[in-house]
């Protein structure tokens, strides 16, 4: 079984910076054949994608709002996906979970809570 541990978070003033990390285990798992997701879930909303990873072709995906300001990376002797997070804003406050697609099944990390203050 995969098990994801989500770490980094903390209340911010906008326009600072905060390293989310994603601790990945698991008999069996192989940290080279993944996707791993952060997801947003900000007060009252849905969950929403903010940046994905992939072990193929170590591609990385960001959505618009975060593009330019967030950097997912992957440090495969640590097994642990990294989200760097700069020029934070107000509305990127909410929690952050993890998520792994490891053949063909979905894992969730517990959340961390990410508060950034105006």
């Known amino acids: 079984e995969v098990q994801l541990q989500a770490s980094g978070g903390g209340l911010v003033q906008a326009g600072g910076s905060l390293r989310l990390s994603c601790l990945i285990s698991g008999s069996g798992f192989n940290f080279d054949d993944y996707v791993i997701g952060w997801f947003h879930q900000a007060p009252g909303k849905e969950r929403e994608v903010s940046s994905c990873?992939?072990?193929?072709?170590?591609?990385?995906y960001h959505t618009d709002s975060v593009k330019g300001r967030f950097t997912i990376s992957s440090d495969h002797a640590k097994n642990t996906v990294y989200l760097q997070m700069n020029s934070l804003r107000p509305d990127d406050t909410g929690v952050y979970y993890c998520?792994?697609?490891?053949?063909?099944?979905?894992?969730w990390g517990q959340g961390t809570q990410v508060t950034v203050s105006s």
């Open positions: 998520e792994a697609i490891y053949s063909g099944v979905v894992y």
């Open positions: 990873i992939s072990s193929s072709d170590r591609s990385t």
